[in-house]
């Protein structure tokens, strides 16, 4: 079973000695969507960007997803290294949180390179990197590469990640982070029990119900699922570009733009929103969704996805353009005094 360790709940401590925009560190990588701004550093920092993410215990990688675009930041050129120090039971702080003070310098250790990524391609969302050829088609804005070399993917446990080119006047960049992979042979018994009790944690249920609940995200149709984010809409927006996002994710977005004094576009073709291409909410797709939680209400996956308004009940759009208008509105106001 492949397992995403790049999470909070495996304690990976990420390591970024350039300076970092507020809101926007290194440790964001490991949290979820919701709670996840990404990575970006401040724009007067001298490329390379090194990030480190120490895990405390060695992995086998066989996947690895990233996505190098936060709003027009982009990263160009990555590159990805892998160490081998073995993680035992004295030295891993997964066991006892007081052997971080034991890690050893960074300087201290070897890497080996896995991966180089140049990618100037400005419609690219997200990069998967495989230790094989994936005969199955990539989605949309979705570039694939392999390993240079399969033979360092081996019981890894500190993978650190080099920008080294960023897109023109952009900030280096990272939306978010995986690292698919399996646990090495050469870990501990006692570590090896720590983590499948998190990997895999007793349940009071019955075991038909745990497979039920394995996996929440195999039971939800697949044209439920935000296109960005992966996760289950509440309110679907169908963008001009023809893609579905959650409000939330749009609501994200526009914030983004608006913050780096951009009009508000289309995360995936860069277009900007105008009175006749607007996002729109599918409302026949939200009747369905609020049905599918209607129907899962008792279902503990589904408690926090809470139906927002009645299914029955049509939403209004938002109106990306009221910042602009009140900005005429200002303007014509301030040249109606000076008359």
Known sequence: MLINFCTVQFCPIFECSQMQLDGYHAENLAKDFSQNNGFVVDPLQRLPIDIYIRLPFNIDIKHIYLSPVIGHHRSTLIELSVNHQIIDEKTSWLIKSSNKSNIVNINQISFHRIAQILNEDETTRRIEIHDQDNEQQPTDHTIRYRFSSNLHLVNCSTIKITIKRKWRLSSCALKYLQIWGVLSNSIPIELKNKLQQI??????????????????????????LDSLTCDLMLIPMLLPSGHLIDRTTLEKCIAEDIRWCRSPRDPFTLEAFTELTQPVVAQQLKVRIDHFLSEHQNDPKYRNHKRLLDANRPIQNVNLFSHKRKAIDDNDQQTKTQR
């Open 199 to 224: 990997i895999s944690p007793p349940s009071k249920e019955s075991p038909s119900t745990n497979n039920r609940n394995a996996s929440p995200l195999d039971e939800i149709p697949s044209d439920f």
